[in-house]
T-cell receptor, first 113, second 118 residues
Framework: AQSVTQLDSHVSVSEGTPVLLRCNYS??????LFWYVQHPNKGLQLLLK??????LVKGINGFEAEFKKSETSFHLTKPSAHMSDAAEYFC???????????FGSGTQLTVLP | DTGVSQNPRHKITKRGQNVTFRCDPI?????LYWYRQTLGQGPEFLTY????????KSRLLSDRFSAERPKGSFSTLEIQRTEQGDSAMYLC????????????????FGQGTRLTVV
C-alpha cells in the first residue's frame, strides 16, 4: 500500500522569496516519487522525479526536491519564486513505473507581487 | 505528435444519461491510464491498459463505469446512468514501458474532460 500526505493545502510567498512545499509518503517498498504541477486549464506537467538514483533531484523551472528515507519526505523547493509559479502542485508516489500513481491532495501555491 | 488528446473538453449532461469520453495517447506509448479528479483533490486512479489489455480495473468506481482500448491505440471511458456525484474532471495519461536509463517512465497527461451532471 502507498499513500501521500501534502502537509499544506495552501502556501503563499512573495515573489523572489524561497518556496517550500512539503510532502510525506508511505510505501511498503522502494517507491518512485514525483512532483507534478497543474496550471489552470492546462494538463498536469511533470516537474521532477526520484527513482533511487541521486537523493537530490533537480527539475524544470529551478525546482528541486530531496528524498529523505529516514523522514519519509520528498519536499519541493525553489530558491526564488516567480509569478508564473502560481499553480497547484501534487506530490505523487508510484510502485515503480508510472503504472499506478497515487496523488496527494495538492498544494495551491500563490505568489504575491 | 502534440501529446495526449482528450475529447470533449467539456460535457454537460442530464442525470441518468450515458456519456463517453475519448483519449488519444502519445502514439508510441503502449500504456494508457484513466484518472478522476474532483474539486480540491488530487487525481484518483481508475484503470489502465497495456496495449489493448485492461490490466487493472478494480478501482473503477462502480459497474456504471467501463473503459475500452480495442486496438491498443485510443481509449474510451463510458459512464452509464450518470449521477450528480460523477461530476468531475476525467484525466487520461499515457506512458511507455520501454526501458530508460533512470529505470523509470513518465506519465504524460491530457488536459482532461470536465463532466457536469445536472
Amino acid at each position: 500500500a502507498q499513500s501521500v500526505t501534502q502537509l499544506d493545502s495552501h502556501v503563499s510567498v512573495s515573489e523572489g522569496t524561497p518556496v517550500l512545499l512539503r510532502c510525506n509518503y508511505s510505501s511498503s517498498y522502494s517507491p518512485s516519487l514525483f512532483w507534478y504541477v497543474q496550471h489552470p486549464n492546462k494538463g498536469l506537467q511533470l516537474l521532477l522525479k526520484y527513482t533511487s538514483a541521486a537523493t537530490l533531484v533537480k527539475g524544470i523551472n529551478g525546482f528541486e526536491a530531496e528524498f529523505k528515507k529516514s523522514e519519509t519526505s520528498f519536499h519541493l523547493t525553489k530558491p526564488s519564486a516567480h509569478m508564473s509559479d502560481a499553480a497547484e502542485y501534487f506530490c505523487v508516489v508510484s510502485p515503480g513505473s508510472a503504472r499506478q500513481l497515487t496523488f496527494g491532495s495538492g498544494t495551491q501555491l500563490t505568489v504575491l507581487p | 505528435d502534440t501529446g495526449v488528446s482528450q475529447n470533449p473538453r467539456h460535457k454537460i449532461t442530464k442525470r441518468g444519461q450515458n456519456v463517453t469520453f475519448r483519449c488519444d495517447p502519445i502514439s508510441e506509448h503502449n500504456r494508457l491510464y484513466w484518472y478522476r479528479q474532483t474539486l480540491g483533490q488530487g487525481p484518483e486512479f481508475l484503470t489502465y491498459f497495456q496495449n489493448e489489455a485492461q490490466l487493472e480495473k478494480s478501482r473503477l468506481l462502480s459497474d456504471r463505469f467501463s473503459a475500452e482500448r480495442p486496438k491498443g491505440s485510443f481509449s474510451t471511458l463510458e459512464i452509464q446512468r450518470t449521477e450528480q456525484g460523477d461530476s468531475a474532471m476525467y484525466l487520461c495519461a499515457s506512458s511507455s514501458t520501454e526501458v530508460v536509463p533512470d529505470g523509470n517512465t513518465e506519465a504524460f497527461f491530457g488536459q482532461g474532460t470536465r463532466l457536469t451532471v445536472v
